[in-house]
């Protein structure tokens, strides 16, 4: 049986998520990618209050389509994005904001795996481009907030029920199933030289 | 006779087609992935996938909140009057919210995003001419997450084909879990720098079960394919059997000293939608029929 866990996430709660575990998630989401994170860090440094409480949340790498239906936001289509782009800012946006999880596609590098086991937070793989899967996950939509960073890049705050499938894809241990995979694929690598004669 | 306003309604039912349906072969290619997967975490990921392709069509919404940039192929009569430049871009911005699309397009340094996918050289559009007397526009709506991971080599000509082989299999392996696999891949050899690229993208316009006239090319496309296909990165970077749905070549001929090779990596949700134009008023949409 999948697991399922409710937003803020405790730090226990994070802790006993085991790598490659599935889980469905409720609560509430917020959306973030490259410019919520470059903005957060920034408000940070100059002393300005960010508008949300990332403390346990789920962070969602995501820039979804929205809707206004009857004065309030739809969430159309909200699959994940490439979570590499976010590589460079995320370890420091964990230590200062302390999400417990990071939902994204195509995993994330070792600073972020080691800051993930530091401050405790895991990261939830959702299958990329299945964004009217996840849209079915969004019951409602509470609010945006820094609208004017154009509509995939600001913070929409979602309400998640049964959100998923995901999976635990690096644990807050230092485990990452991209980190174990790619020895084996340094393994198959050989064999696929071996097919092109390349040496 | 055709109008502009008909270029700008075929332009927008064009573009829901294709951003709610795959073409019949990508989404063949991807079931029969799905069939093959033991593994239990890459099936979950196709089960996602395939449940996506279902729900998208059910509801018709964009199958990917990534509606991409929209590269535009237009081929016209040679005695064509009407401003399709003009109809395509009317029609991207009413597809912007009638789809609705996301608001992709932004200024390259400012970043600012105007909201309706329209901007400077946006939506882009490839011209050629013909001797038929309809319109045919082809849209392939070009998610980011595969475009970052496209690829430029100019390879010396000693390099050859193992040099060919070697930089596909070498982008591949960087590209990794990031492209949303199981991937499409495009390559252009040949031509120039640009010429290179352009024909790496117009390779992702043939259906995968078609491969490349030239047997000695269909040959190298098969090869690439199912070495791709022996790494395991699979589904989402996840591990599993599929990691490259299909891969097609063009080629151009080159300057004696030049090898250019590039690139074109396509996620499995492979858009391209094609609409006729016909000057009796007549549309009709071949790759998304029914």
């Given at each position: 049986m999948a697991k399922r866990l409710k937003t803020p996430l405790s730090e226990n709660d994070v802790r006993s998520l085991k790598l490659g575990e599935t889980i469905f998630l409720d609560g509430v989401i917020f959306t973030g990618r490259d410019e919520v994170h470059i903005h957060a860090l920034e408000y940070l440094e100059k002393g300005k209050k960010i508008?949300?409480?990332?403390?346990?949340s789920a962070l969602f790498h995501c820039g979804p389509i929205m809707k206004k239906v009857n004065d309030k936001w739809v969430a159309v289509a909200c699959g994940p994005t490439t979570?590499?782009?976010m590589n460079s800012l995320e370890p420091q946006f964990i230590e200062k904001f302390r999400p417990g999880a990071i939902i994204g596609k195509g995993g994330m590098s070792q600073p972020t795996v080691d800051a993930m086991k530091k401050h405790g937070c895991v990261y939830l793989a959702f299958t990329g481009g299945a964004a009217v899967l996840a849209a079915k996950g969004v019951k409602s939509v509470s609010g945006v907030e820094w609208f004017e960073l154009g509509m995939p890049e600001a913070i929409w705050i979602m309400n998640a029920e049964?959100?998923?499938?995901?999976?635990?894809?690096?644990?807050?241990?230092?485990?990452?199933l991209y980190a174990d995979l790619s020895v084996k694929i340094k393994e198959n690598e050989k064999k696929a030289r071996e097919m092109l004669g390349l040496k | 006779m055709v109008t502009e306003t008909d270029i700008q309604n075929a332009t927008v039912e064009l573009l829901r087609k294709t951003v709610v349906k795959l073409p019949a072969d990508v989404e063949e290619a991807i079931r029969k992935a799905y069939a093959a997967e033991t593994d239990e975490v890459p099936k979950m990921q196709l089960k996602a996938i395939v449940d996506n392709i279902d729900m998208a069509v059910k509801g018709n919404?964009?199958?990917?909140?990534?509606?991409?940039v929209t590269i535009f192929y237009a081929t016209v009569p040679k005695d064509c009057k009407v401003d399709i430049a003009k109809g395509i871009v009317e029609g991207v911005r009413r597809a912007t919210k009638e789809v609705p699309?996301?608001?992709?397009?932004?200024?390259?340094?400012?970043?600012?995003?105007?909201?309706?996918?329209?901007?400077?050289?946006?939506?882009y559009i490839n011209w050629k001419m013909w001797d038929k007397d309809y319109i045919e526009i082809t849209v392939m709506t070009k998610g980011a997450g595969s475009e970052n991971m496209s690829q430029l080599a100019m390879l010396t000509?000693?390099?050859g084909l193992k040099g060919i082989k070697e930089f596909v299999l070498n982008a591949v392996l960087r590209a990794g879990s990031n492209p949303c696999p199981p991937t499409i891949l495009g390559v252009g050899i040949g031509g120039s720098s640009d010429i290179a690229m352009k024909l790496a993208k117009e390779?992702?316009?043939?259906?995968?079960n078609q491969r490349h006239s030239d047997p000695e090319i269909a040959k190298l496309e098969k090869e690439l394919l199912e070495a791709i296909n022996?790494?395991?990165?699979?589904p989402m970077g996840l591990?599993?059997?599929?990691?490259?749905l299909g891969l097609n070549i063009e080629y151009a001929f080159c300057h004696t000293a030049s090898l250019p090779v590039g690139l074109n990596v396509q996620c499995w949700a492979g858009r391209r939608g094609t609409v006729r134009i016909h000057p009796n008023g007549k549309v009709e949409y071949p790759t998304h029929e029914g």
């Open positions: 508008p949300v409480d990332f403390n346990g979570s590499s782009r049964n959100f998923g499938p995901l999976t635990v894809a690096i644990d807050a241990h230092g485990n990452s | 919404t964009p199958m990917c909140q990534d509606t991409g699309l996301r608001p992709n397009a932004v200024h390259p340094i400012t970043r600012k995003n105007p909201g309706d996918n329209v901007g400077e050289r946006h939506p000509p000693s390099q390779a992702l316009l043939r259906p995968l022996i790494l395991g990165i699979g591990g599993g059997k599929t990691t490259c």
